[in-house]
């Protein structure tokens, strides 16, 4: 099983920008970060296959976050621009083979422990 650590959150004011981190153990077809906040259920922010470099994004954050990956480095990065206060949650990163759809959260087999973004604003 792949193991995942995630870096980069923080607090940050709204319009302000971070940029979150997951480095992986090992290969992973795919590797998407989803997030939570407090009394919501986890949903998918963004995915990237790891051979195609394919991406997909959740219509909230489009045109606002942009994933990306080092496959040298097995790490993928989460640049957040434009942040908004609805987007604090705490934010996971998750690595699996694949499935019909990218954000359905039961197809991931690995979980990082999570990194805290909270934008005022």
């Known amino acids: 099983q792949v193991q995942l650590v995630e870096s980069g959150g923080g607090s940050v004011q709204g319009g302000g920008s971070l940029r979150l981190s997951c480095v992986a153990s090992?290969?992973?077809?795919?590797m998407t970060w989803f997030r939570q906040a407090p009394g919501m259920e986890r949903e998918g922010v963004a995915a990237?296959?790891?051979?195609?470099?394919?991406?997909f994004y959740a219509a909230s954050v489009k045109g606002r976050f942009t994933i990306s990956r080092d496959n040298a480095k097995n790490t993928i990065y989460l640049q957040m621009n434009s942040l908004k206060p609805e987007d604090t949650a705490m934010y996971y990163c998750a690595a699996g083979w694949g499935g019909p759809v990218w954000y359905q959260i039961d197809q991931y087999q690995s979980w990082g422990q999570g990194t805290q973004v909270t934008v005022s604003s």
């Open positions: 990237i296959y790891s051979s195609s470099g394919h991406t």
């Open positions: 090992g290969y992973a077809s795919i």
